[in-house]
């Protein structure tokens, strides 16, 4: 019974996985097939001529590059600012006792429910009168301030024995010190798993920085790829092709940080959840 029962298990995960990969799958596919394979009619898994004339069509027609450029920076300096600031607030709300704690952190936790449209226009506003717009800074500065991380980390903190530190003042390291030395490197569990969810929402991010960045050179992957591969501002067919050779390139570099660090990344999952 016991055997019947795990291959029940293994066998929808493998149905899972298989209609999660499947977009994923066709996608490339369909990158290196010219564009008339692409949407004949009954569809093709192997094309009778794979080519990669649409990623050399999208280098040559689009500037590609220095949308990843921008994404880089920006996500990447958002990831390290978020990961600063929130093991800096996650290790005091778990460690340490101050007048206000628990509704502060009641506050920051229920922030998880309001989504970004709620508070665009005042952000926008601010953003304005800061001179924020147009910038990389008015991309990665209202990313700084990221609850999920905040919770990860608050859980993982407390979750580590307080011995550690009480040994640590003895030795007469103060509270920077163990936090730093003592504290970081045992957290690399669950900062990985913060890094892998902040880079790839700061990478997908396409809302606020369609609506910051007005400049073409300053534009992101994700608003490139919606505002200029696709037919919105074009009288012309879409072009499958084009399109799904850039999706494919943009999901590189997520691909390589999760690849990474995925030997944390269950772990700190797993620590994160269960601990606190």
């Given at each position: 019974m016991k055997k019947l029962k795990g291959s029940v298990k293994y066998i929808v995960t493998i149905l899972i996985c298989i209609v999660f990969l499947f977009p994923i799958a066709w996608a490339l596919v369909c990158s290196?097939?010219?564009?008339?394979?692409?949407?004949?009619?009954?569809?093709?898994?192997?094309?009778?001529?794979?080519?990669?004339?649409?990623y050399a069509e999208v280098l040559r027609k689009y500037p590609y590059m220095s949308w990843m450029k921008n994404s880089i920076i920006t996500a990447g300096a958002g990831t390290i600012l978020i990961l600063i600031l929130s093991s800096l607030a996650a290790y005091a709300f778990a460690r340490f006792q101050f007048k206000g704690k628990k509704v502060l952190y009641s506050t920051i936790v229920a922030m998880l429910l309001v989504p970004i449209q709620a508070y665009m226009i005042p952000l926008f506003l601010l953003c304005s009168k800061m001179n924020l717009l147009n910038t990389y800074a008015g991309i990665i500065l209202p990313s700084a301030a990221n609850v999920t991380s905040i919770f990860i980390l608050t859980s993982f903190f407390k979750g580590l024995p307080t011995e550690l530190e009480e040994a640590a003042r003895i030795d007469g390291c103060g509270e920077l010190r163990i936090f730093l030395q003592i504290m970081l490197p045992l957290s690399k569990p669950a900062l990985s798993t913060v890094t892998i969810l902040t880079f790839i929402a700061n990478w997908n991010s396409f809302l606020w920085p369609m609506i910051c960045i007005r400049?073409?050179?300053?534009?992101?992957?994700?608003?490139?790829?919606?505002?200029?591969?696709?037919?919105?501002?074009?009288?012309?067919?879409?072009?499958?092709?084009?399109?799904?050779?850039?999706?494919?390139?943009?999901?590189?570099?997520?691909?390589?940080?999760?690849?990474?660090?995925?030997?944390?990344?269950?772990?700190?999952?797993?620590s994160s959840g269960i601990k606190g």
């Open positions: 290196v097939k010219p564009e008339a394979d692409i949407t004949s009619y009954p569809p093709r898994w192997i094309p009778d001529v794979a080519t990669f004339a649409n400049t073409d050179n300053l534009k992101t992957l994700p608003v490139g790829i919606a505002q200029f591969m696709g037919s919105v501002n074009s009288n012309a067919q879409f072009q499958y092709g084009t399109a799904l050779a850039g999706c494919c390139m943009a999901v590189i570099p997520t691909l390589i940080v999760f690849l990474a660090l995925q030997k944390y990344f269950v772990e700190g999952i797993a």
